[in-house]
């Protein structure tokens, strides 16, 4: 079992920064990759960033140069650097463990091919 626990959102205006962290707890040693994801109301859940066990990142198209995906290994936390953030960035980011599959981190489906979520922690950002 893993649990995760997201803190750091908050209300910015646009153009400001935030940054995200997630605490994992329990087995943690099994897990292959980890990510962020953001659902907006009346929207799907989708993925923001990923990292797997090496370092390696993949990052959505709309985030890219403006987000940034870290992991502390010695901490058991994940983190997400937000700048530039923009209204559309507004939603309820979710941090997720893959303890399944391996290999690649992929965002898609999200539900699917991650197994562990945190509870999620609100972004908004006004213009």
């Known amino acids: 079992q893993v649990q995760l626990v997201e803190s750091g959102g908050g209300s910015v205006q646009a153009g400001g920064s935030l940054r995200l962290s997630c605490a994992a707890f329990?087995?943690?040693?099994?897990?292959?990759?980890m990510g962020w994801f953001r659902q907006a109301p009346g929207k799907e859940r989708e993925g923001v960033a990923t990292i797997d066990i090496n370092g390696s990142t993949s990052y959505a198209d709309s985030v890219k140069g403006r987000f940034t995906i870290s992991q502390d290994n010695a901490k058991n936390t994940l983190y997400l650097q937000m700048n530039s953030l923009k209204p559309e960035d507004t939603g309820m980011y979710y941090c997720?463990?893959?303890?399944?599959?391996?290999?690649?981190?992929?965002?898609?489906?999200?539900?699917?091919?991650?197994?562990?979520w945190g509870q999620g922690t609100q972004v908004t950002v006004s213009s």
């Open positions: 997720a463990a893959d303890t399944r599959y391996g290999g690649s981190c992929p965002m898609h489906p999200p539900k699917v091919r991650y197994n562990y």
């Open positions: 329990g087995y943690t040693y099994s897990i292959y990759c």
